[in-house]
């Protein structure tokens, strides 16, 4: 076992970060916080510089661990152009890689992933969006919400109902739904709590019109690409957690040092930093172990679980701790934004409840008696 | 008395939730609306504690902090509103334009800020007729007045102050300001030592605010509960999230039964400690069962996750209590290392 990344992911590391304190300064991020707005221009410069690179995976997670220390509304950001992507790349066809992923990659065109609907988050199998194939085109009609980049992306991969089934997680399909298809209408939300710089919507399909040819994999089978697309994507938002519980507690110690080292603080400052330290790394380790199944093409649910929920509620009890510990210097710094940031990860990609029934219903145990 | 108590808590819960409950989202971005001020002041809620020869209310503090927890359900801002007006008047009950403030026409505040959790307020200069210096994290400090102190004394200064505000996380229905003084037009209140005692009088008061955060939250939770529907059934029927429920309010009714059974600096400062623990754990667990919507303005849910969090880094520094709680405990002082 090696617990180190190696040379070149710490060179990639290195120039994220550079990236990342360069372009996420405290003015940025307060501006983009406030004013609920997307990082466009950021983003084109992170694109043309090559900092992110998408053929490896390690270095995706890398990235967004490293991005999410410094803001995670300005980080995540940086990050969801691609949102959904494997999406395709697992289940779609050549003809739907070339034309829809080729755009996002080389910064042509922003995507995102459309599963939630008002009446549920959590209970995927029961979302109400209907996809009915006339001649050579489906037609869908329904709404989804809280869709991350649902007022700026080119196109989603969304889940619909094509057919009613005895069970309910069967007779779902994804298709690839084109913002400029009529009947198309978005609606930025407004008043996050946190991830402010991220954009997020409420989208409604009225008649649209949605060639056969956008249909990803086969019908029926939309449930399980989605469920598979999370198994990996829950691995990325636990980097997220992890990037942001470390500039908290990285800020947190900073904070507390221009009074002296931190041996002169009160004991149970001191136990608390070491818990928030201890709590950071089980996180992280949870994080690349759950990381290293998935991208040896072995996943283990179970674990990608464990390392969302852990991450996140890592992410939360960090940033409480940190503002008890800082006080008022923590409340009037950046830890404040970043209070607000974390909450979002025991929410969004499967909120800690459903990852705990994951993690019992996925569980492997031996026969010890 | 108990039934005059009751009495009491009823009226000022059907005013809050008429009154206040109507508008709670709406202060969150424009602030408390100065007809809801008049409102609140009509009802008695500003001098509460005030003789009736002095034009308050003549309730014992029983009967405040009723007010201010049954208010801090549907606005912990317009609860710590009404904290800061009546802490302006305890201290300073012949104010000058005392009228306009209780008749809620103006804001007064006091500068708590030296006393929030590592604070490092630099004292205000007091000299040649003139009080001048810098606060930082004045919590409303656009008021017209404002009580403030150099160290020693206490001030109540009403004009020459040039306040900036600034974002903050929770209590937005007042500014949070960096405040610039520079004033001839101020009085002198009093000993630093009278406000420094009023807020340690406060724990009750404190831990009533703490009380209906997590009160108010959580009972919006239980509702959501109720009609919130995942895998065919309302969230209230899985163990998981009922236990959370029920855990959150088993620990509110025992605080709140304690609070308003006991008196002494002992039984308030546990009151404090223990209602600013339920405050941040309730507020979680209240946005956690509404989930993404929990998540948004428009629900009226994260502003309780954001003020218990920032009412705990203004009322944190627990040394005052941990003093008083170690006598009784241990028989000395503890806990300093």
Redesign the interface.
Known sequence: MNFELDEAQREFRKKVEDFARREFTEEEA?KYD?QEKYPEEVVKRMLKEGVFDYSNPWNILVATEALCKYDAGMGISMLVPFFGNEVIALFGNDDQKKKYLGRVFSGQAKMGLAV?EPG????VA?IKTTAVKEGDHYVLNGSK??ITNGDIADFFVLLARTSVEKKKHQGMSVFIVERNFEGFKSNK??????VRATDTAEITLENVKVPAENLVGEPGRGFYYIMTFFDISRAYVAAQALGIAEGILERAVNILQKDGPITSQ???VQFTIADMATRIEAAKLLTYEAASFIFNFNPNPAVTSMAKAYAAETA?YVS?KA??I???????SSI?RS??DA??M???EG???IE?LVIARMLKVGDTQ | MMEEYEILRNTVREFSSKEIEAVSKDIEINGIPRSLKEKIAAQGFLGATLPAEKGGSGLDEKGYMIILEETAKASPSVSMWIFLTNLYLKIHPDANGKQDILSGKIDVTVDLSPYYLRSKAQPLKVAGGKISGKRANVINGTASSIIVSDGSSIYAVGSGMHAVNKNHLGLRGMDLSDVDFDSSTYEKVGSEEKLRTELKNSDGEIAAIFLGVADGTMAKAADYSKVRTAFDHPLKDYTPIFDEIVAARTQIELIRYYLYGNQGEYAKALSKIKAKEIALLATRSSLQIHGGYGYIHDFGIEKYYRDAMALAVYFGDDSWENGIISEVVIGERGGII
Do not use: A, C, Q, Y
Request: aromatic fraction near 8%; proline fraction near 2%; glycine fraction near 14%.
């Open positions: 307060t406030l939630t549920g988050g959590s209970d029961n919400m809280f939300i407004h008043g996050k709590l946190g009160p004991e149970r939360v409480r503002m008890e800082t006080g008022i210097d923590g409340l009037s404040e209070f607000r909450k979002i025991e929410i969004w909120t800690s409840e705990k």
